[in-house]
C-alpha cells in the first residue's frame, strides 16, 4: 500500500526584502539569508545586492538591499514571528514608528497571490510601487510576476515609479 499524500506541507512562494545600513551589512544581510533557510523555508532565489540612500529618513549611512525569494509551509503570522525573531537576534532595535537606521530589516513583500490586512501585517507591502530599492531587485528574479493588487507585474511597476532615489550595484550575488 502506497503511502497518503494528506501529510505534505503546500508550499507558499514568498518575496522578501532585505536591507541593512548599520555595521557590517553584508554579514547582516548573509546572516538574516542563512537564518531564514534554517528556520523559515528554503532560499530559492536572490537577487543582487544594491547599494541605496535611506529611504524616507536621513542617515550617515548607505543601505544594502536586497530581494530573496523563499518556499515556505509557515503561514503569514508565523512566518512575520520568524522575521522579528531573526531582526532580534541580529541586533535590530525598534523605537516607535518612524523610520530609522538599522542592522537587519526583512519585509515580507508578497505571499504568491494572497493578500492580508491585519493590524500588524499587510501583505503585499504597501509601499512596494514606491520604492525602487524593492522594485530594482524584485525584478530580477522575478519581472513577470504580478502584484494581486494591481494586476500589474513588476517590470510595469518599476516603469511607473517615482522614486528617484540613487542605486548602485554592490555585488551580483552573496556567496553564502
Known amino acids: 500500500m502506497g503511502k497518503s499524500n494528506s501529510n505534505k506541507q ?15 551589512r553584508e554579514a547582516f544581510l548573509k546572516r538574516a539569508i542563512t537564518l531564514l533557510r534554517a528556520e523559515a523555508g528554503n532560499v530559492v532565489q536572490c537577487s543582487s545586492v544594491w547599494e541605496t540612500e535611506p529611504w524616507g529618513f536621513e542617515a550617515e ?13 509557515l503561514k503569514p503570522s508565523g512566518l512575520l514571528k520568524k522575521i522579528n525573531s531573526i531582526e532580534k537576534r541580529l541586533g535590530r ?25 491585519e493590524i500588524d501585517l499587510i501583505i503585499p ?26 494586476g500589474m507585474c513588476i517590470s510595469e511597476l518599476l516603469d511607473r515609479c517615482g522614486d528617484k532615489s540613487e542605486m548602485r550595484l554592490f555585488a551580483e550575488t552573496l556567496l553564502i
Open 10 to 24: 503546500l508550499l507558499s512562494e514568498v518575496f522578501l526584502g532585505l536591507g541593512s545600513n548599520i555595521g557590517d
Open 61 to 73: 549611512t548607505s543601505f544594502l538591499n536586497m530581494v530573496v525569494a523563499i518556499n515556505t509551509g
Open 93 to 117: 532595535k525598534r523605537n516607535g514608528k518612524d523610520y530609522q537606521s538599522r542592522t537587519i530589516d526583512i519585509d515580507i513583500l508578497f505571499w504568491g497571490n494572497v493578500t492580508v490586512n
Open 125 to 150: 507591502h504597501p509601499a512596494i510601487a514606491d520604492r525602487l530599492f524593492v522594485l530594482v531587485p524584485l525584478n530580477e528574479i522575478a519581472p513577470d510576476f504580478s502584484d494581486p493588487l494591481t
